[in-house]
């Protein structure tokens, strides 16, 4: 292959030949058709991109059986890798794709400066880029964005925790928000807070802080939920917490100082996160239906790689550079009142898991 390689792009692969990291080949689950041997299957292929396993339990629990199975079924190889938080690392298995032959790179950014030079060295080799659920700000690299309605997230989490906080005159809210390098962070933020301002504002609330989480880290946000109770002298009446490992965070804090339960939020429907809730620990989740999403970024990256023009139906998305065409699915609540009704969804717990052990009884007296 005579392609043009970037500096960055050379550099990239020394490292993985030093490290030993067998590039995609590892992740690469057990590509059907003998797989593997590059060059060799005429499938045409596809690359997903994961940000950590981390930040949220999401993306190696669902979003990759999710994606993997769409993409395989629209008759395309998938090779799904996950950065586990390094942007070094997510460059080169971008650059591994595309030296694999990828045709598609459906990405999860970890920031909008490494995923846009990831987006321009695809772009610069023929490659079309699907922003997966985060969008990519300050490039006209990305070809499609497909998330959830973002800013309806946040309102439903500023919605939530309003409901639970009832009318306790001048409560006391901390905020949590979620990394500041993650535009989601801020689509969420500026729906929770068109909720909390003019409450804040009125005087029926009192926001005694508010903390970003750098990378979503939950240790992190543990220690800075610690510093918050501290500084308020443990009065904090509700948290608004970014997802629920944020959400499960302040919680430990809580009970690490014997606090009593407060509404706190959360995002993701995790199953961390709806035990927290039949525990009365938690006072509501976002449910994002992550297989629609799943499925609407496969069925883009499938025409994509086959070389089709995409029928989906998109709305244009100002990423700062250019209108990018996306597919935004909707979020939902989920309160104590409401949990069993997504039961049996491909990318929703499943009851007996969240009624497993000590909250068996707390389960029967929700009815669950
Ligand atoms: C996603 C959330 C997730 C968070 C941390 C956000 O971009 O939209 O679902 O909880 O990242 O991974």
Redesign the pocket.
Known sequence: MSRRRSLWALAAAGVLAMSGVAACGSDDDDGDNGGGGGGGGDKPKVAVLL?DSK??V??ETVDRPLLQKALEAGGVEATITNAEGDKSTQQQQAEQAITNGAKVILLVNLDSGSGAAIEANAKSQGVKVIDY??LTLDTDANDYYVSFD?EKVGKLQGQGLVDCIGNKKGARIAELN?SPT?N??TLFKNGYDSVLKPKYESGDFVKVDDQSVPD?DNQKALTIFEQILQKADNKVDGVLAA?D?LGNAAISALKQRKLPQIPVTG??ATLEGLQNIVAGDQCMTVY?AIEKEANAAAELAIALAKGEKPTAKTVPIDNGTHSVPSVLETPVSVTKDNISQYFGNPDYPKKEDICAGKLQAKCKSLGL
């Open positions: 940000p930040s949220s999401r993306w659920d985060r973002n979620g993650d989601n962070a979503w997802n490992g995002q993701d994002k």
